[in-house]
């Protein structure tokens, strides 16, 4: 079966816009994850859903950035006045549940955000 | 606090063994895991600890001491196909819900 995919694979934009971020989960994962990887760094837990709801935001910089997941399964990574700090690897992963221990986390290829 | 140290580079000779080491303080522990990310991709699950002692899936194992906050990756027979980025993870049990808590990394290069 597909695995996690997100769209765009690449996306420049200008410092001030807004961009959004596309993540489709595996088919059956309630819960999804973003994450933001920087150069050399691993990955940065920034918001996780269960179902339809953002279970944990705490990740999240500021009130620039915002998620939504309206229906369970697609989740939309929103960033508004866009600054070069922001430029990164966003990072999406699907996991059976959350609650069991073991349930590992599946990776999409991440979309990479340049910032000018 | 939350802290995850790893080593962030180790070189390798093809068909050597190398041990990647990780040591961990967290607020809570629920288990720690291992993923291996190749330049520009996605991270790929390799193994989970959640009890003392060493797992063993083919020329990867991974062994976890949780009274010292430790675990460390073994590779063996080791090929050019092995040189990546090593991330080392601490599953964080929250209530409802458990959160990985991922190191910098460990990027190993192989060589001939």
């Known amino acids: 079966g597909a695995g996690v995919s997100q769209t765009p694979s690449n996306k420049v934009t200008e410092k001030g816009k807004y961009v959004e971020l596309r993540c489709d989960p595996i088919?059956?994962?309630?819960?999804l994850y973003w994450y933001r990887q920087s150069l050399g760094q691993g990955p940065e837990f920034l918001i996780y859903f269960q179902g339809t709801g953002a279970a944990d935001d705490s990740g999240l910089p500021n009130d620039r950035f915002f998620a939504v997941r309206p229906e369970g399964s697609v989740s939309t990574l929103k960033i508004q006045r866009t600054e070069r700090g922001d430029s990164a690897v966003y990072l999406c992963a699907s996991s059976l549940s959350s609650g069991r221990a073991g349930n590992e986390q599946f990776f999409g290829p991440g979309t990479r955000l340049t910032v000018l | 606090g939350q802290n995850i140290d790893q080593p962030t580079e180790m070189t390798a000779t093809e068909g050597a063994i190398v041990q990647i080491n990780c040591t961990y303080q967290t607020s809570g522990f629920n288990g720690l895991f291992w993923y291996q990310q190749h330049a520009g991709e996605a991270p790929t699950f390799l193994s989970y600890?959640?009890?003392?002692g060493l797992e063993e899936k083919g020329r990867f194992s991974s062994f976890l001491s949780r009274s010292k906050g430790y675990s460390y990756l073994l590779l063996k027979e080791l090929q050019m196909k092995d040189s990546a980025s090593y991330l080392c993870?601490?599953?964080?049990?929250?209530?409802?819900?458990?959160?990985?808590?991922f190191g910098a990394g460990t990027r190993l290069a192989v060589h001939p």
């Open positions: 088919s059956g994962h309630t819960a």
């Open positions: 993870a601490v599953r964080e049990e929250l209530i409802g819900y458990n959160k990985l808590i």
């Open positions: 600890n959640v009890l003392d």
